[in-house]
């Protein structure tokens, strides 16, 4: 498959970053996506934890990140809202590039058109200060819905520093189509991530984007003919929170190594 897989943080439910990597290597996958600290999201008991508190499990993270061969492909929980300025993000930012983190991703919490270009402006410069790159995630259900609307905010500010991350729910329920893929600059794809769903929704979008996607293959997106679209080698990050499975019992193993395998046959 010319498309490495990894394991998104909402994926695993409040796994601990270490075990995380672990079970990411382990199933042949070479990247997950990150946060600092443990999801509200823990269905299965996690014991809590904290990358911003606890210098040693910062340590043990990159002991497990290189003797793995994983990466960290997007720092995430970045995002913009009315309660925080950009500023106040810099302690995290230097959190994630000690760890090694490939890119920040940020997406708008709801903000006004403006505040969210100018905040996220402000976020993307401290990433390229420390050599990071940048994304910028969109949704129907923020302030930045498309991938046009996202694409005008890379442009705005500036092609050299920032990029779109391409969620395959959120660009196919916001009107996206496979041919948008195929036509975009491939430099301008910085991060991808992978799941089915229904076409059209039936209730609360954010409710559903957390814990109603489907294992690719499972919904009615066309998920082959968008992954073929893509720039080969691009790194796919599964995101697939299956709530009822880790509900039920199922160990997160045993799940995601399931949603894995599924996405390998559909991709094969």
């Given at each position: 498959m010319p498309h490495p897989l990894?394991?998104?943080?909402?994926?695993?439910?409040?796994?601990?970053?270490?075990?995380?990597?672990?079970?990411?290597?382990?199933?042949?996958c070479t990247a997950v996506s990150m946060g600092l600290t443990q999801l509200p999201m823990n269905p299965h008991d996690y014991r809590a934890w904290s990358l911003r508190e606890d210098a040693g499990l910062r340590a043990e993270l990159k002991a497990v990140l290189r003797d793995r061969g994983v990466a960290i492909s997007i720092g995430e929980g970045m995002g913009v809202s009315p309660e925080f300025d950009a500023s106040e993000r810099a302690a995290d930012m230097d959190i994630f590039a000690e760890l090694g983190a490939i890119r920040i991703n940020s997406v708008d919490m709801g903000v006004e058109r403006e505040r969210a270009l100018d905040q996220l402006g402000k976020l993307a410069e401290m990433a390229h200060a420390r050599d990071m790159e940048f994304t910028i995630e969109f949704c129907p259900a923020f302030t930045i819905r498309t991938l046009g609307e996202a694409l005008e905010a890379v442009r705005h500010i500036g092609e050299d520093k920032a990029s779109v991350l391409i969620d395959s729910m959120h660009f196919f329920r916001s009107g996206g189509t496979v041919r948008q893929i195929a036509e975009l600059d491939p430099a301008l794809i910085g991060h991808v991530q992978l799941c089915d769903a229904q076409r059209k929704g039936t209730g609360n979008y954010l409710q559903e984007a957390m814990t109603g996607r489907l294992i690719p293959g499972e919904g009615d997106l066309p998920l082959r003919e968008f992954v073929d679209a893509l720039p080969r080698g691009k790194t796919l990050g599964l995101e697939v929170p299956l709530m009822a499975q880790a509900q039920s019992g199922q160990p997160a193993a045993e799940y995601v190594a399931e949603i894995a395998l599924k996405t390998r046959e559909l991709l094969a």
């Open positions: 990894g394991i998104e943080l909402l994926t695993v439910l409040g796994m601990g970053p270490v075990d995380h990597v672990t079970l990411a290597a382990d199933l042949g």
